[in-house]
Every structure is written in C-alpha cells, then in structure tokens.
C-alpha cells in the first residue's frame, strides 16, 4: 500500500503573519545601517573609469563602499555578472562575504548563496561570484562586468593585470575593476600604477564610515570611538599606515636591506589542498614551532632542496588553540608526508610534552641566541651566487587564516611579519642590538630553525663554554664544547 501523504498543516491569517513575522526577524547579534555613500565611496558610484582602488586607513568602511555599488549592479542590471576576489579564497570567508550578507544584503535576503557554484544568485539572474587568486580557474575562464579586489596590496601588479581580460560580459555601458587597499610602503605598485594614470586612487577617511561616524551630529558614534581607540594603540608603521592612512615603510626593519616579497615569497609548486604533499618526497624535512595562545602559536614544515635552499610549504599561525588542538590539524595535514628530520622549538617544558604526546615526535630545544640567528637568516634571506636566496615561502601556505587576526590587521603569517619586525630603539638603544619583542612569532621560529640546519650555535659559542643540551625529558643538560665536533657552515664550501 503506498504511503500516504502527510496533510498539509494550514494556518489562520493571523497565525501565519505571526510565523512571517519571526523568520523576517534579524539575528539579536546583527546590526543593519541606512547606507548613504559618503566622501570616497560617494564618488565611487559615479565612476565609470576601467580601474579605481579605495584606498585609507583601517575601518573607513571602503569593502562595503565596494559591495554596496557591486550590489546595486547586480540589482538594476539583469544578467550582471560581477566577482569578489581576494588572494586566497578562504580569507574571503571572514572578511568580505561577512561585509556582504551582515551589512549590504538586507535581511531576510532573496539572494541565497549556492555553494556549488560559488556565488550569490539574484532574482534577475544577476550573480556574485567569490574566488581566490589560489585557485583562479573560474575567475580566468568567465566574463565579467565588475570585479571587486578586497586587500588588492596583497596582490602583485601581475594578478592585477590579469583580471583585465576577464572585464567583456557588456551588460553594463562600462566595465570595471574596483579593489580597495591600506597603506603599504610607498614604492609600492599601487602608487606606481597611479602615477601613470592607468588607475585612479580615491582616498577614503574614517568620517566616510556611517557606522564609525555621525554626519548629522558630527562626532563618532560609540561604536567609533572604541574602533578609534584600537587604532590609536597602534605604533610605528601600523599606527601610520592604519590610523593616518600614509604610505609609509617601516623605519628600522630588521631585514630591512635583504626582504623582498617578490624574490621570497613564490608559486606553489602544485595545486593541491594543503592535506597533501606539497613538495618532492626526497626533500628532508623540517618542523620549527613558537609556541602561543594569547600571542600566535606558529608551526611550520619547511622542505630542503639538493642546493640546501629552505621552503616553508605548510604553517599553522593562530590564536586562542592548544597545542593539543593545532597537534589534531599537524596530523592531519601532513598524514601523507615523510617524517620530519627535526622538530626545533621554544623551550617551553609542558608544550614540548603536549606535543611529543599527541604527535609521537620528540622534540629539540632550539638555540635563542637571538643577534646571531637574525644573521643567520639574514644570511639565507640574501640572494646568492645563483641569483636565489636560501629561504622561500611558498603562497599561500597558511592552512587556516586567523580571522581575530585578519580583522585586527595583524599578520596573519610569517612573511607578513617582514615589514613591521623592526629594531628597538627606545631607552637608547641603536639599531641591531635587539628587535622589538613584537610580529616576532614567526620570526622566533624560523631563526629557531635555521640556526638548526645550518648549525650557527657551533660557529657563535666561545670554546670553553658549556652548550645547553635539552633531553627527550625537557631538562637540560650542559655538555662541553670540547665534546662536540665542530661542523663547517654548510654553505662555507
């Protein structure tokens, strides 16, 4: 006998108006703002030029002065096809699609977002599409009437460039690329790309920001003020560039003469998820951890090529997770690779147990000596005979972006540590005697590292001084210099 269908349940005019009612209702933690574009974004809706960037300091509200004018497209123009492109994909997540459904889709939303597809899906058939630099399949292969670059400082002039061609889908009088920036150094492609006129730079100010800022009242709103009050505990080159909003570069960068984004940071060498082996299986492998809480816990897998030269292919850099929890996603994420060699880490006694437990491998203290160890990756930083320095980082090698961090404008990675690593000059001190004890997470754990491969604490200890030793038990033991073999620096010969 074939089942019977359920009856359907109706209900009174009153009681249905009652059920509309309380699912139109907005979550008790969203906040929704009349917007009225302001300054920047203002002239931004009237602008029809092939390629304009926001740029200012942190919160004057430049992501969402970008999406309200990608959604009123979609909106007036049926069949607009418009993308939202970040560097890697997966920051889009907690930055620019949380702007796009929390503050410019009004709530309850027809524009559902359909994972399959990857992109929001108007009535008129209009749609927003999201991607990432990391996977630009989709971004390179379709057509397109805008495209909105969230963080376009993250990006090479080259990526930038690139989306050009995709701008040819004609459903609006003009096509665009649109991104939105903070300050960087000031020879940054950005301000060279403009000096040329090939783009337009509009500057934005934080009284652009209704949220942050009462036009009528003329003051910030409580909100704004405690914003305000974060940026202001900012210093040196964050305080410039994301409370002032200049293009500023850092004064007294620790590797200030050697660094250089475009020489060190490089392509993946495949395209694959960060669950598998990134680089060839011959290659010794290496893992170095700073541990963190409160402060980042930063672990990364560093591969070694036939010439000695040190990638960086995997890394953990995160808040506010045990070791025990990042130890459940070391696992996982390096499940079909070799052994590691070595793990070099900080000297904490319980986190090196809790992390021996959980994981199997046993642990080695690294040398802190903190001058020679900035020289020793200065050393590898520096392009050599071969025109190659001796220290990469691969794309996009964090395997889960911290979005605390992202949304305070930390770094979220190691190499974004490079240009706000500077040296302590307070109390008297002068440059190169010791850095600011600050964005040095990654910084401590790549010096652990490297003095390791390269074995600077043999070539940087008097003779007749006692080498600390630490034990699989985590205690130290004082061993003679005497005792151990000296061993040449492996890039001496």
Not at 47 to 57: A, K
Not at 123 to 132: K, M
Not at 149 to 160: A, F, H, I, Y
Not at 180 to 209: F, Q, S, V, Y
């Amino acid at each position: 006998m074939p089942p019977t269908t359920p009856k359907k349940k109706w209900l009174s005019p009153k009681d249905y108006a009652k059920q509309q009612q309380a699912q139109a209702k907005p979550p008790t933690n969203a906040k929704f703002f009349d917007y009225k574009p302001r300054g920047a974004m203002r002239t931004l809706f009237g602008m029809h030029d092939r390629e304009i960037i926001l740029d200012g300091p942190a919160g004057t509200g430049k992501s969402r002065g970008c999406l309200e004018k990608v959604n009123m497209v979609c909106e007036k123009y049926s069949g607009a096809r418009c993308c939202m492109v970040r560097k890697t994909r997966k920051s889009l997540t907690q930055s620019g699609m949380v702007t796009f459904e929390q503050r410019v889709l009004p709530h309850p939303s027809a524009v559902p977002f359909h994972t399959g597809d990857q992109e929001y899906r108007y009535p008129n058939s209009s749609i927003l599409a999201v991607a990432g630099l990391d996977d630009p399949s989709k971004l390179f292969s379709s057509d397109w009437d805008i495209i909105f670059v969230q963080q376009t400082e993250e990006l090479d002039e080259d990526d930038w460039q690139s989306m050009l061609r995709g701008l040819r889908n004609w459903k609006l009088a003009y096509q665009q690329l649109i991104g939105d920036c903070n300050p960087g150094p000031p020879n940054h492609w950005i301000r060279a790309r403009a000096a040329t006129g090939a783009l337009k730079m509009l500057a934005t100010r934080h009284e652009d920001n209704p949220e942050l800022y009462d036009d009528v009242k003329q003051e910030y709103t409580e909100r704004g003020r405690q914003y305000m009050s974060i940026l202001d505990g900012y210093t040196g080159v964050l305080y410039k560039r994301l409370r002032l909003g200049l293009w500023v570069a850092a004064e007294g960068m620790v590797y200030e003469d050697v660094w250089d984004r475009a020489k060190h940071v490089i392509p993946r060498f495949v395209n694959a998820p960060l669950d598998k082996d990134q680089v060839p299986k011959s290659w010794p492998r290496y893992w170095a951890i700073d541990f963190g809480y409160t402060n980042p816990f930063t672990w990364a897998a560093y591969a070694e090529d036939p010439d000695g030269r040190l990638y960086v292919y995997k890394e953990i850099y995160h808040t506010k997770r045990t070791v025990a929890e990042h130890c459940k996603t070391i696992k996982e994420i390096t499940k079909d690779e070799p052994a590691p060699v070595a793990v070099i880490c900080d000297h904490d006694a319980e986190d090196r147990a809790t992390f021996t437990r959980e994981t199997g491998y046993a642990t080695k203290g690294a040398w802190k000596a903190v001058s020679a160890g900035i020289q020793a990756v200065h050393d590898r930083l520096k392009v050599a005979g071969d025109g190659k320095p001796r220290l990469f980082y691969l794309e996009n090698s964090v395997v889960e972006i911290d979005a605390a961090l992202l949304n305070a404008h930390e770094p979220t990675s190691s190499e974004s540590e490079y240009e706000v690593y500077v040296w302590d000059t307070t109390n008297n001190k002068k440059r190169g005697e010791e850095p600011v004890k600050k964005y040095d997470h990654g910084k401590d754990r790549d010096r652990y590292l490297v003095t390791h491969v390269d074995q600077t604490w043999k070539r940087n200890v008097p003779l007749n001084v006692m080498i600390p030793i630490i034990t699989k038990s985590g205690e130290q033991a004082d061993v003679p210099d005497e005792l151990v073999r000296p061993s040449p620096w492996r890039f001496g010969h």
